[in-house]
């Protein structure tokens, strides 16, 4: 009998067969996992589904391997650790600039961190719908950038920080997005906002001054300077008293929440104080002049305005007066209206800028000559405004200047002269002549605008929010009621 035992090379068999199964189900599930984690890194989109095909099988494989590959848990935890503390990944980063004076909108990227190359892409697509010299002091910007820290840093323009965009609004109604496509360049987008427009009216009896009254009847900072520019050449500031009123019809533009965005222009405004009452028109004329008209078509534009500048009180008048730094009496050849530093100075009239620049005693200078002889001149002015400079033509109403304290001055003040063939006049007292009359020709189409805006003046919804919302309340009552009303008659 040979020495071969059965029983015992089946045994051998078996424990093979086991050991063979146990070592391929390990494998599987090794090769399951890696195939699944490889997926997912390559397309987050279509990761949920692949693990969602994957984990029952792998789960299965795991419970009937836990005791042959009892080293498998160490493997996975020791993979998603490295998934977990990625070192390569890019870092986003955001962060808002405010546009310092003098800062171009390339030195404004390039200081945020973005490369000379970047920079000029992204302003290159801007360009279209906003020009980079169009950039104001001031202005925010929302700029954001990736990281990349494993980018080696060969250059300026390789720092291995990457523009990916930004984003800012130019004005109330716009904002625009310049976003970093994948060929490297970059695309503006412009979404404007949807705004409605309203006519609404502002009225009221002057207690104090004329600017509190109208900001209290609902018009704005803009609207009440606008009025006073118009005003200007025909009121003295001085005379406006308590009882005095007033009526303006303007434009309002608000957004779909009734926010209001801006202002638009007055179609309409009365002042009745000292003397006749006054009353305005908004007229464009067919060769595109706009200006304002009395209901006969005359202008209410003069040629120089009394007051080229709002909000202020007159600190010293015109001829004779004790000189408050020479210490001496002497002639005082203009008139000064003290307000506060900074205070918007206007062109009292269209004209040439002669000079403009320090003069002397008179700090910060400019003089305006004007036509039939007319010249008038603006001193201690704190700043001069961009692009005034000598030979620059400039327009009634126009932005100039600065209210300051600069040369011979003992407090911030417009010192204002006006000149007539060389003689200094009174500017408060200067009868001034009188703008345009509309030609025959002119007068039918006004006419027609004239009355359209008496229609919609006398439709207007009031200005302040309180008598707009009261005015909506008693409409919708009346219709109610009126509804009511014929709904009972009904058999």
Not at 225 to 231: H, I, N, Q
Not at 247 to 259: H, L, P, Q, S
Not at 268 to 297: H, Q, S, V, W
Request: hydrophobic share 40%.
């Amino acid at each position: 009998m040979s020495g071969f035992d059965v029983r015992l090379a089946d045994a051998h068999r078996s424990r093979a067969l086991v050991f063979f199964a146990t070592l391929t189900m390990a494998l599987l599930l090794v090769a399951a996992i890696l195939v699944s984690r490889t997926m997912s890194g390559t397309s987050a989109s279509a990761a949920a589904p692949e693990m969602d095909e994957i984990h029952p099988a792998g789960t299965a494989l795991m419970a009937e391997a836990a005791e042959a590959a009892p080293s498998l848990d160490d493997m996975v935890m020791a993979e998603h650790a490295v998934f977990a503390n990625c070192i390569d990944c890019p870092v986003l980063m955001a962060t808002e600039v405010t546009v310092r004076s003098g800062q171009t909108f390339a030195s404004v990227l390039s200081d945020a961190g973005a490369s000379t190359i970047d920079a000029a892409r992204a302003i290159a697509a801007l360009d279209p719908v906003f020009s980079a010299r169009s950039l104001r002091a001031g202005q925010s910007l929302n700029l954001f950038f990736e990281r990349n820290p494993l980018q080696q840093i060969s250059s300026d323009d390789d720092s291995g920080i990457t523009l990916t965009g930004l984003s800012f609004r130019p004005d109330s109604e716009r904002t625009l997005t310049v976003a970093r496509t994948a060929d490297g360049q970059y695309r503006t987008r412009e979404a404007v906002m949807t705004v409605e427009r309203e006519i609404v009216r502002a009225r009221g009896e002057i207690s104090s001054s004329l600017y509190a009254a109208a900001l209290n009847a609902g018009a704005t900072d803009r609207i009440v300077t606008d009025l006073a520019l118009v005003l200007g050449h025909a009121v003295d500031f001085r005379t406006i008293r308590y009882g005095d009123t007033f009526d303006i019809v303007f434009e309002r533009y608000t957004n779909r929440a009734g926010e209001l965005i801006r202002t638009g222009n007055i179609l309409y405004m009365t002042f009745e104080g000292r003397g006749n009452p006054l009353e305005y028109f908004r007229f464009e004329a067919p060769n595109g002049d706009i200006g304002y008209y009395t209901t006969d078509g005359e202008s209410a534009a003069r040629l120089l305005m009394k007051m080229p500048i709002n909000g202020a009180r007159i600190s010293s008048q015109f001829g004779m007066r004790f000189h408050p730094i020479r210490r001496t009496n002497r002639p005082h050849n203009g008139t000064d209206f003290a307000a506060p530093t900074g205070t918007p100075i206007y062109a009292a009239g269209n004209g040439t800028v002669e000079r403009a620049d320090w003069f002397g005693t008179f700090g910060n200078y400019i003089r305006v000559r004007h036509s039939n002889g007319y010249q008038t001149a603006y001193a201690h002015l704190n700043s001069i405004a961009r692009g005034v400079r000598a030979g620059t033509r400039v327009t009634q109403g126009q932005t100039i200047g600065y209210v300051g304290t600069t040369g011979a001055s003992t407090g911030p003040h417009l010192h204002y002269e006006v000149h007539l063939n060389g003689r200094p006049m009174n500017p408060m007292s200067l009868e001034l002549p009188t703008g345009r009359r509309l030609e025959a020709d002119e007068l039918g189409i006004f006419n027609t605008e004239r009355d359209r805006i008496i229609a919609l003046r006398d439709q207007a919804l009031p200005a302040a929010q309180e008598e707009a919302r009261e005015t909506l309340v008693a409409e919708r009552a009346e219709r109610r009621t009126s509804a009511g009303s014929g709904a009972s008659g009904r058999p």
